[in-house]
């Protein structure tokens, strides 16, 4: 029987409401590995938007929601996963948080695809 890859989390991203600004700011360090599962909670008060380019609006995640990424499901032999190298990128939507943090959880394949 063959088994599939064991599976890895790189260190979680994390910025308090206070970082959350009008303007693009990276939310911790490019990705180490090629993501497979990503997870992206807003816990503040307020609508973020996620960007991937620090430019682009590519995901708008609500006050107190969160948004799962399975990038794999029903697709591990074509390989659709998050280039490495990716760094995440948060703002807000309108009116500034006043409380809470965002965090962007990575789960890779350890040893690559």
Known sequence: MAYGKRVAFEEIREADFGDIGAAYAAVGTATSD???????TNNTDDEVYISFDGLTDHLRVAATSFKLLDLTTN?????LLL????????RRVSGAPTTGSLWIEVMFAEGGV
């Open 83 to 90: 280039k490495k190298g990716t760094i995440f990128y948060a």
């Open 34 to 40: 090629m993501a497979r599962l990503i997870g992206i």
């Open 75 to 79: 697709e591990i032999s074509k390989g």
